[in-house]
Structures are given as C-alpha cells and as structure tokens.
T-cell receptor
C-alpha cells in the first residue's frame, strides 16, 4: 500500500525562525508536488519537482526532492505569520492506468506565532 | 490561469437524499478529472479518476454505487452522493487536467464543496 507521510503533522514556530517539513513516500516516483491549503479553502500549487535533486525556491520557501531516498523537504526560512496554513506534498503515481494520479501526504499544519 | 469551478460550495441535505456536485473546467478541456474527499484536519483522499467518455476508476474502498461519477463532456464532471448519510459529511474537492498530469499539464483544483448530511 502506498504511503505518503509528512513530518511533523503540526508545527508551531515563531516568526523569524527556520524549519523543515519532511515528506516520505513508499513507492518509486520522480515527480512530487507541494501545495498550500488555507482553512476552508482549496489547494494552491507551490512547487513542482520533476527529477532527482530538483530544488525550487519561492520567497521564504524552498523545496527539494531526493528520489533515491524517496524524500522531499519543504524548508521555511525566517517564517512570517502569512505562511500559517496546511502544507501537503503529493506524489505523482503512474500505476499503469489510463492516467497518472496524485496521492497526497498526511499534511503539516503550520502555525507561525508573532 | 486555468480555472476550475465547483458548485455548490456548501450543501446541507437530509439523510437518505442524494446530492450532486458539479465540477467545470471554464477555460480548458479537461480530459481527466479527479475527485478527492477531505475530512476535517486530514489529508485529501483520492476517490476516483474519470476520463471523458469513460467509466470512472475508483480507488480501493470507495463505493462506486454510492459515489456516482459522470464525465460526459470535456468541461464537466459530476459527483452524486446517493442516499447520503451523516458519515458522508465531508469536504469534496475536484481537480482537472488537460491530460496526463505533468509540468505542462498541471492539476487545477476547484474550490471544494462542504457537504453536511443531517
């Protein structure tokens, strides 16, 4: 059974601090996505990682992918309150069906305290 | 950017009734649509994948007779929750892509439907 696990599930951090969210998955894939979800809202795409060693940065967020370790990270630099949200990684799975599909991680609820 | 419209955003229904949720791609042809379910403070669980003109492919454990998915056109997919029960209360999110999900054909998400069954 495919598992996509995020660590931690909940993260409370102070503004200005750095932290990393981890996404581990149990099957072979070289494509991984990161999304942000605000309460009661749908998902906002943050990053698309398409190969081993891929690194993408946008503002205070940086994502990386290690397909050999089946691990992706989302690093937060100098957190600000506006980053408070739930973050999901999603693994792109091609199981031989008509199309590929995304399987989402368990999610990390980030709360940035002033 | 590409827009996916989901309707209704909220619905309250009585136990035993059926509810239809629509997912429309407004400015592109969505050959593939995905339906997800999300319980409070939990992740998104993929329910089914639908390709235009074909029967939906359901994930293991999802009752196809209870969650009817129709993808009759390249711009519209519907999810009907039949004989709804309180345990079906959840946040349902659709997403659509032009074809196989890729960097050039990303997933676009609807705004979700909050279903409450009383």
């Amino acid at each position: 059974e495919l598992k996509v696990e995020q660590n931690p599930l909940f993260l409370s951090m102070q503004e200005g601090k750095n932290y990393t969210i981890y996404c581990n998955y149990s099957t072979t894939s070289d494509r991984l996505y990161w999304y942000r979800q605000d309460p009661g809202k749908s998902l906002e795409s943050l990053f698309v990682l398409l190969s081993n060693g891929a690194v993408k940065q946008e503002g205070r967020l940086m994502a990386s992918l290690d397909t050999k370790a089946r691990l992706s990270t989302l690093h937060i630099t100098a957190a600000v309150h506006d980053l408070s949200a739930t973050y999901f990684c999603a693994v792109d799975i091609d199981d031989g069906g008509a199309t590929n599909k995304l399987i989402f991680g368990t999610g990390t609820l980030l709360a940035v305290q002033p | 950017g590409a827009v996916v419209s989901q309707h209704p955003s909220r619905v309250i229904c009585k136990s035993g009734t059926s509810v239809k949720i629509e997912c429309r791609s407004l400015d592109f042809q969505a050959t593939t649509m995905f339906w997800y379910r999300q319980f409070p403070k939990q992740s998104l669980m993929l329910m089914a994948t639908s390709n235009e003109g074909s029967k939906a492919t359901y994930e293991q454990g999802v009752e196809k007779d209870k969650f009817l998915i129709n993808h009759a056109s390249l711009t519209l997919s519907t999810l009907t929750v039949t004989s709804a029960h309180p345990e079906d209360s959840s946040f349902y999110i659709c997403s659509a892509s032009r074809g196989r999900v890729s960097y050039n054909s990303p997933l676009h998400f609807g705004n979700g439907t909050r279903l409450t069954v009383t």
